[in-house]
């Protein structure tokens, strides 16, 4: 089946489909919107100026758009890159992005244990060995500024349907996003991957040198799993909330890493996992 796409759908990530309604037993030909899916190839350009090599780092499942912050946030969060300035160029070509390192920085590809393909549903599903789940989370302490009213908490997932574009067309799309201790959203990333959308919220502030995050918090529309608040962790984020449940592995690393994790998140109601003093509440 070939999906019709207009070059404004394909910067959306969003492609139409015709389908059969069925209502009451009766079926009518229709046209639906539906989240496109397809693979990006991540690829790093190291070593010397005299012995230059590539490394293809992982295939990954993705909504098209953002591919230059996806594959930076990914590097990041993956602690293959810990700074900006490790970075000579990146380009982006048709479902690949090239990462070039700088002569001076360091990669050695025998280290990084990662099978070359991850789908949109789990980004650790391609990592070759227990030991590569974990990755090396910087020391953030002292940076942590962070605090925030129970009653904002509880208005964020409202704000952050509004910012969903994507999701109010297909219904089929993840979002992360950055706030503020006053509740206002700073900047939303989509994807049909949890992972990847988290991937591409980071990529874009440590395109900035913007990392890492001391006085904002992350919010997830889905669940919290362990790879979400590791790499919440690895953006020095301390305050993590996810309209969804949080896995135990994500609240034992909430715990380790002295980050406060929220679950379940509603207008009216939340669990809080990990450290709630950051929470301020009436009771």
Do not use: W
Request: proline share 5%.
């Amino acid at each position: 089946m070939q999906l019709a796409r207009t070059d404004a759908e394909v910067t959306t990530g969003i492609a139409r489909v015709e389908v059969d309604v069925v209502t009451a037993g009766d079926s009518e030909r229709a046209t639906d919107l539906v989240t496109m899916e397809e693979p990006l190839q991540i690829r790093l350009v190291h070593g010397s100026v005299d012995d230059r090599s590539e490394t293809d780092v992982a295939v990954t499942m993705r909504t098209p758009g953002d591919d230059r912050t996806l594959a930076l946030g990914f590097l990041h969060t993956e602690g293959i890159i810990a700074d900006p300035a490790m970075v000579a160029s990146v380009e982006e070509g048709e479902n690949v992005v090239t990462v070039e390192l700088e002569p001076s920085a360091s990669f050695d590809p025998t280290m990084f244990k990662r099978n070359t393909y991850t789908t949109s549903s789990c980004g650790i599903c391609g990592k070759a060995s227990i030991e590569a789940v974990r990755v090396h989370i910087p020391d953030h302490a002292g940076q942590d500024r962070f605090t925030i009213e129970a009653h904002v908490l509880e208005s964020l997932p409202a704000k952050l349907a509004e910012h969903q574009t994507a999701f109010e067309l297909t219904g089929g799309i993840h979002a992360s996003a950055t706030f503020g201790s006053d509740g206002r959203i700073e900047r939303v990333a989509e994807d049909v991957g949890r992972h990847n959308a988290l991937d591409k919220l980071i990529g874009s502030y440590f395109a900035e040198e913007a990392l890492p995050l001391p006085d904002r918090g992350l919010l997830f529309s889905g669940r919290a799993s362990f790879e979400l608040v590791q790499k919440a962790a690895v953006a020095g984020c301390p305050f993590v909330a996810a309209i969804g449940p949080p896995s135990s592995l994500a609240v034992e690393l909430a715990a380790e890493q002295r980050m406060t994790l929220v679950g379940f998140l509603r207008a009216s109601r939340f669990n809080i996992y990990t450290l709630p003093h950051r929470v301020h509440t009436g009771g």
